[in-house]
């Protein structure tokens, strides 16, 4: 039997790898008696998810733009590099 | 000529791809000196004339040069010696009997769109405060996708050992979450 350690351990991990059999059924088993670990594998599960959302917001966002110097430092680079 | 060709790239694409390196890099120098290397290095290619989709192409580009700085990074981290660290230990979350010494306490993701906002900000200052080496990896791994085996060919760690690096950042971020979002 699993303990809450051990738990977290494999809940993270199956983030990275894909869980043997024997493991996948250990943690089911500890989930289902043990609140704690179900509330920290949601709560892995939703950090992910919110990094990526946070990623998609900044990659639609027209308001972040390349600052005007560094664009106009690019601009004199592309120019030098053509002379 | 190509060079007014260049400067149209410039203007139509560079903030796009700003945006693309920032949501990948989280740092605002890194992503726009990975822009501006994306430019020298396109001027340069011999193809830069051919390109019909010039906003793919340069986006390839710009994907490798990310990759770039990632592994720098990660590389740096190899050298300062992964392992070794203070909060390699785990004591602190568990007690003896492996149990959590403080029970993880519920929260989710806010609907609320303000709401869920102030929650990215706070989620990712935690990234922030995480010591650099995990920041890394975990921002390889969790921001960038980058798959698992690639991870441990770039910091020449073995598998376990991310698995385990992973976790203490996982672990690290959460509770943070816990301190200033629930608490707060």
Redesign the interface.
């Known amino acids: 039997m699993l303990n809450c350690k051990q738990t977290s351990q494999l809940v993270s991990q199956s983030l990275d790898r894909n869980l043997t059999l024997r493991e996948r059924l250990a943690v089911r088993l500890h989930l289902l008696i043990c609140k704690y670990c179900r509330r920290f594998q949601r709560q892995l599960h939703a950090m992910r998810k919110a990094f990526k959302r946070m990623s998609e917001a900044i990659e639609n966002d027209p308001s972040i733009q390349l600052p005007p110097e560094t664009k106009a430092r690019i601009s004199a680079t592309i120019e030098s590099t053509h002379q | 000529?190509?060079?007014p060709n260049?400067?149209d790239w410039?203007t139509e694409h560079?903030?796009y791809?700003?945006?693309?390196a920032?949501?990948?890099l989280r740092d605002t120098h890194l992503a726009?000196d990975v822009?501006?290397e994306t430019?020298?290095a396109a001027?340069?290619s011999p193809s830069f004339a051919e390109q019909s989709s010039p906003r793919t192409w340069l986006t390839g580009i710009l994907k490798h040069k990310i990759i770039d700085v990632m592994r720098k990074n990660v590389r740096e981290i190899a050298a300062s010696n992964l392992m070794n660290d203070e909060d390699a230990n785990?004591d602190e979350?568990?007690d003896e009997?492996?149990?959590?010494s403080e029970?993880?306490?519920?929260?989710?993701?806010p609907h609320d769109a303000l709401q869920q906002k102030q929650?990215?900000t706070t989620?990712?200052s935690c990234?922030d405060k995480l010591p650099t080496k995990l920041a890394s990896l975990f921002m390889m791994?969790?921001?960038h996708e980058t798959d698992?085996e690639e991870i441990c060919k770039e910091l020449n760690i073995t598998?376990t050992n991310?698995?385990v690096m992973?976790?203490r950042a996982?672990?690290g971020?959460?509770k943070c979450?816990e301190i200033n979002w629930l608490q707060a």
């Open positions: 000529m190509t060079t260049a400067h410039l560079s903030d791809l700003y945006r693309f920032l949501a990948r726009e822009v501006q430019f020298i001027i340069k785990m979350f568990f009997t492996g149990h959590w029970q993880p306490l519920a929260w989710d993701i929650f990215l989620l990712q990234m791994r969790d921001i698992n598998s991310a698995w992973l976790y996982r672990m971020i959460r979450l």
